[in-house]
């Protein structure tokens, strides 16, 4: 008799078969053998329960697609250090096997035992020397690994700090002197090559003179920075010039352990990756040096008013003592500063014979502390400078084909053409007359605009009065196109005449003019064409005016300008052709923009130009009829390279013998209404601008080869853009306001 197992499923490869025993116990007569491999249980049993191996697998199927929780599990794949030691696991058994054998007697030896058996007193525990030269190359070992791997995991930060790689535009006077600059902060990179030996000396030997052999770490320095923050609780002192370049441009300036050993990792990276001079280039150009600078090349001009490549090694000296502490040694702050700075310059040029790089008799030579600057040049006032700067700015982007964003990345160097005794002399004239008229009729002069600018006959504007302060005034006065040119305009509608000709009828030919030619110049004169009188869309005949009414009958165009006829003009322009005197009037300078509508009122000045146009085209007849565009930027660098800029155009705007007949009648314009204000023989030449309605007064005119335009207006910017009448700001015919500013600031005329 056999006992019935109850079907069960086949076991998997790793689980183990048990035998279930039915309750009551085994059977009587069933003998269950020591060694069966079957445990009495033989494959005809399976085979008569009616299991075999297929139903026993579709059964197992079966059951575990109706529950998939016992399905079987993937073993986990190992991971790649399991993987590396198991494969390298007998390779290093083989070689460390041997040596752990042989050192094992010496470690156990070394182990420390305390208290130690054999001693007594307190000599039971002190270590063996044995145990303390194990301890020490343990420890050595220990670190040395430490060191391996940080220096291993630390990378050189893709970004730098933000701060560190801004720079401002600085702008410079026509003489080369530094005018202002704009930007968030005052640095300017300079190529290691542009900066004086001298000047790179002086820094070594103040901070770092081993910079050139030293692996960008001092071990030295940062052991005895250790011990200052074990005992005094700072990190002060040990910093090479590659550490400091590191924690000036990626890290920040926090007193910490933990930042000054990610400073020395980096540095150590640093010094492998870059040269020396790249380092030392970098910091020069990114360090602190007080006065809102950044950068030699900054400090240089915030305390000296000049560039590196000027500085001498006494200059230099003191600069680099900035580097310590600017806060500590700016001379300017207080005596004890003062003191400070002098000791640490003399130091420093001490230190520089010490390691050779300055001879004992170039140091005799300096003696005396070079005294910086009382404050920073380099700030922008707010006043006229802004206006300046606003010129050459766009003047820049424009020539130099430089985008906004380029721009305002800093880093350019703009060397302007104005000049800085004409600008003082201008906007002081301008300030004395918006001064005085506050005084004489304070009511209107809330309302009055004074605007003015110098141009040389090549283009050059040499100063301009923008308004009384950029910073509550943005637009330019100098720049606007605001107000009309009144008779001011008339030299361009002779020039025409005098360039065209004149044509009486449709269809016949040009015929010359010449400056004694005659036309009518009395008040009310109708104004004629080719077919009869001019009607306006009124249906009224067009008439022209003279300024008081005054007539003047016959008179030649020379004789006209220089009076300040408005009649003869008048007809001129339409003799000529309105088109010609628009054409004149464009070469010579004015913006077609600006130019009047194409009626008779165009030769008596309906333009709408500004001082600076103006200016520039009274320039065009003082330079024998050749026109060369305003300009305000002479050359431009950034970071010291040269950047190309288009030369200003020049074109040939009227004959010479034209150009020199206008200035002739203004020279004549000029000593008629003020026949004592220049010497005999000066070059001096001018016209005042008057308009029909009493809404701008100007005066231009030419000396010494710069032409000078000014006009006064009244506009209430609250209300709205329209002129208003001046109410005596312009001043009287042989008092005027305009030519009052032109004298002073052209002045002297001789």
Same mark, same amino acid.
């Given at each position: /008799?056999?006992?019935?197992?109850?079907?069960?499923?086949?076991?998997?490869?790793?689980?183990?078969?048990?035998?279930?025993?039915?309750?009551?116990?085994?059977?009587?007569?069933?003998?269950?053998?020591?060694?069966?491999?079957?445990?009495?249980? +033989?494959?005809?049993?399976?085979?008569?329960?009616?299991?075999?191996?297929?139903?026993?697998?579709?059964?197992?199927?079966?059951?575990?697609?109706?529950?998939?929780?016992?399905?079987?599990?993937?073993?986990?794949?190992?991971?790649?250090?399991?993987?590396?030691?198991?494969?390298?696991?007998? *390779?290093?058994?083989?070689?460390?096997?041997?040596?752990?054998?042989? $050192?094992?007697?010496? #470690?156990?030896?070394?182990?420390?035992?305390?208290?130690?058996?054999?001693?007594?007193?307190? =000599?039971?525990?002190?270590?063996?020397?044995?145990?303390?030269?194990?301890?020490?190359?343990?420890?050595?070992?220990?670190?040395?690994?430490?060191?391996?791997?940080?220096?291993?995991?630390?990378?050189?930060?893709?970004? $730098?700090?933000?701060?560190?790689?801004?720079?401002?535009?600085?702008?410079?006077?026509?003489?080369?002197? @530094?005018?202002? *600059?704009?930007?968030?902060?005052?640095?300017?990179? !300079?190529?290691?090559?542009?900066?004086?030996?001298?000047?790179?000396?002086?820094?070594?030997?103040?901070?770092?003179?081993?910079?050139?052999?030293?692996?960008?770490?001092?071990?030295?320095?940062?052991?005895?920075?250790?011990?200052?923050?074990?005992?005094?609780?700072?990190?002060?002192? %040990?910093?090479?010039?590659?550490?400091?370049?590191?924690?000036?441009?990626?890290?920040?300036?926090?007193?910490?352990?933990?930042?000054?050993?990610?400073?020395?990792?980096?540095? $150590?990276?640093?010094?492998?990756?870059?040269?020396?001079?790249?380092?030392?280039?970098?910091?020069?150009?990114?360090?602190?040096?007080?006065?809102?600078?950044? %950068?030699?090349?900054?400090?240089?001009?915030?305390?000296?008013?000049?560039?590196? +490549?000027?500085?001498?090694?006494?200059?230099?000296?003191?600069?680099?003592?900035?580097?310590?502490?600017?806060?500590?040694?700016?001379?300017?702050?207080?005596?004890?500063?003062?003191?400070?700075?002098?000791? =640490?310059?003399?130091?420093?040029?001490?230190?520089?014979?010490?390691?050779?790089?300055?001879?004992?008799?170039?140091?005799?030579?300096?003696?005396?502390?070079?005294?910086?600057?009382?404050?920073?040049?380099?700030?922008?006032?707010?006043?006229?400078?802004?206006?300046? #700067?606003?010129?050459?700015?766009?003047?820049?982007?424009?020539?130099?084909?430089?985008?906004?964003?380029?721009?305002?990345?800093?880093?350019?160097?703009?060397?302007?053409?104005?000049?800085?005794?004409?600008?003082? &002399?201008?906007?002081?004239?301008?300030?004395?007359?918006?001064? &005085?008229?506050?005084?004489?009729?304070?009511?209107?002069?809330?309302?009055?605009?004074?605007?003015?600018?110098?141009?040389?006959?090549?283009?050059?504007?040499?100063?301009?009065?923008?308004?009384?302060?950029?910073?509550?005034?943005?637009?330019?006065?100098?720049?606007?196109?605001?107000?009309?040119?009144?008779?001011?305009?008339?030299?361009?509608?002779?020039?025409?005449?005098?360039?065209?000709?004149? *044509?009486?009828? *449709?269809?016949?030919? =040009?015929?010359?003019?010449?400056?004694?030619?005659?036309?009518?110049?009395?008040?009310?004169?109708?104004?004629?064409?080719?077919?009869?009188?001019?009607?306006?869309?009124?249906?009224?005949? #067009?008439?022209?005016?003279?300024?008081?009414?005054?007539?003047?009958?016959?008179?030649?165009?020379?004789?006209?300008?220089?009076?300040?006829?408005?009649?003869?003009?008048?007809?001129?322009? !339409?003799?000529?052709? $309105?088109?010609?005197?628009?054409?004149?009037?464009?070469?010579?300078?004015?913006? +077609?923009?600006?130019?009047?509508?194409?009626?008779?009122?165009?030769?008596?000045?309906?333009?709408?130009?500004?001082?600076?146009?103006?200016?520039?085209?009274?320039?065009?007849?003082?330079?024998?009829? /050749?026109?060369?565009?305003?300009?305000?930027?002479?050359?431009?660098?950034?970071?010291?390279?040269?950047?190309?800029?288009?030369?200003? @155009?020049?074109?040939?705007?009227?004959?010479?013998?034209?150009?020199?007949?206008?200035?002739?009648?203004?020279?004549?314009?000029?000593?008629?209404?003020?026949?004592?204000?220049?010497?005999?023989?000066?070059?001096?030449?001018?016209?005042?601008?008057?308009?029909?309605?009493?809404?701008?007064?100007?005066?231009?005119?030419?000396?010494?080869?710069?032409?000078?335009?000014?006009?006064?207006?009244?506009?209430?910017?609250?209300?709205?853009?329209?002129?208003?009448?001046?109410?005596?700001?312009?001043?009287?015919?042989?008092?005027?306001?305009?030519?009052?500013?032109?004298? =002073?600031? /052209?002045?002297?005329?001789?």
């Amino acid at each position: /008799m056999q006992l019935k197992v109850p079907a069960q499923p086949k076991a998997a490869a790793d689980e183990t078969m048990q035998l279930r025993i039915p309750e009551g116990g085994i059977p009587a007569g069933f003998d269950i053998s020591a060694d069966s491999g079957n445990s009495g249980i +033989s494959e005809q049993s399976d085979t008569a329960s009616g299991i075999s191996e297929e139903s026993d697998t579709a059964s197992d199927i079966s059951r575990t697609s109706r529950n998939p929780s016992r399905r079987r599990r993937k073993a986990p794949r190992p991971s790649p250090a399991a993987r590396l030691t198991a494969a390298l696991g007998p *390779r290093l058994a083989l070689v460390l096997g041997p040596l752990a054998a042989r $050192l094992g007697p010496y #470690v156990r030896r070394m182990r420390p035992q305390y208290p130690r058996p054999g001693r007594t007193g307190w =000599r039971r525990w002190v270590p063996s020397w044995r145990q303390t030269v194990g301890g020490f190359l343990a420890s050595l070992g220990l670190s040395t690994l430490f060191l391996v791997v940080a220096y291993a995991a630390t990378d050189i930060p893709d970004n $730098l700090n933000t701060y560190a790689t801004q720079q401002d535009n600085v702008y410079f006077w026509a003489d080369g002197t @530094p005018m202002a *600059r704009t930007g968030w902060v005052q640095r300017q990179a !300079m190529p290691l090559e542009d900066v004086p030996e001298d000047v790179r000396w002086a820094v070594l030997a103040a901070e770092n003179a081993s910079f050139y052999s030293d692996p960008g770490v001092s071990f030295t320095g940062i052991t005895r920075a250790l011990f200052r923050t074990l005992g005094a609780g700072d990190t002060q002192g %040990g910093s090479t010039i590659t550490q400091q370049y590191v924690k000036n441009v990626y890290l920040n300036q926090d007193q910490t352990l933990s930042r000054k050993f990610t400073e020395a990792m980096i540095a $150590l990276k640093l010094d492998n990756k870059m040269s020396k001079d790249e380092i030392l280039e970098s910091y020069l150009n990114t360090s602190w040096f007080g006065r809102g600078t950044y %950068g030699i090349q900054r400090a240089a001009q915030a305390y000296y008013g000049k560039d590196v +490549s000027e500085l001498n090694v006494s200059e230099a000296a003191f600069l680099a003592s900035l580097l310590k502490g600017a806060g500590l040694y700016d001379p300017t702050l207080s005596q004890a500063n003062h003191e400070r700075a002098v000791e =640490r310059w003399s130091w420093i040029l001490d230190r520089m014979v010490a390691i050779g790089k300055l001879s004992p008799q170039e140091r005799a030579k300096y003696r005396t502390f070079p005294a910086p600057l009382k404050s920073n040049p380099l700030y922008d006032t707010g006043e006229q400078s802004d206006y300046l #700067v606003e010129l050459a700015a766009q003047y820049t982007k424009k020539t130099a084909r430089i985008s906004d964003k380029e721009f305002d990345l800093g880093g350019y160097q703009i060397y302007t053409t104005f000049d800085k005794k004409r600008e003082a &002399q201008l906007t002081d004239a301008v300030t004395k007359a918006r001064e &005085q008229a506050k005084k004489d009729n304070p009511k209107a002069a809330k309302a009055a605009h004074f605007g003015a600018a110098s141009i040389a006959t090549d283009g050059r504007i040499l100063a301009v009065y923008g308004g009384p302060d950029h910073r509550t005034q943005g637009y330019n006065e100098s720049n606007a196109t605001t107000v009309p040119a009144g008779s001011a305009f008339l030299p361009f509608v002779y020039a025409a005449g005098l360039e065209h000709g004149v *044509r009486k009828t *449709r269809d016949g030919d =040009r015929t010359p003019v010449t400056g004694e030619s005659l036309y009518n110049g009395d008040d009310g004169v109708p104004v004629t064409t080719p077919e009869g009188p001019y009607w306006d869309r009124s249906g009224r005949k #067009v008439a022209a005016r003279n300024d008081d009414g005054k007539s003047y009958g016959q008179i030649s165009l020379h004789q006209a300008l220089a009076l300040s006829v408005n009649t003869p003009f008048m007809q001129l322009g !339409m003799d000529t052709g $309105l088109d010609k005197v628009r054409a004149t009037a464009e070469a010579a300078g004015l913006l +077609s923009s600006s130019i009047g509508a194409q009626v008779p009122t165009l030769s008596t000045g309906s333009s709408t130009p500004s001082a600076i146009r103006m200016a520039s085209g009274y320039a065009t007849f003082a330079a024998d009829g /050749m026109h060369t565009e305003p300009y305000s930027v002479r050359r431009i660098t950034h970071n010291g390279h040269k950047v190309a800029l288009d030369a200003p @155009p020049t074109r040939r705007a009227m004959g010479a013998d034209t150009a020199r007949e206008v200035q002739s009648a203004l020279t004549d314009a000029f000593l008629a209404a003020h026949p004592d204000a220049a010497p005999a023989g000066a070059e001096v030449a001018g016209k005042v601008g008057t308009t029909e309605d009493d809404t701008a007064a100007w005066y231009v005119g030419t000396a010494k080869k710069v032409a000078t335009a000014v006009v006064v207006y009244r506009i209430d910017l609250n209300k709205s853009l329209e002129p208003l009448p001046l109410q005596g700001l312009g001043g009287t015919g042989t008092d005027s306001v305009p030519y009052g500013i032109w004298s =002073r600031a /052209m002045s002297p005329l001789g």
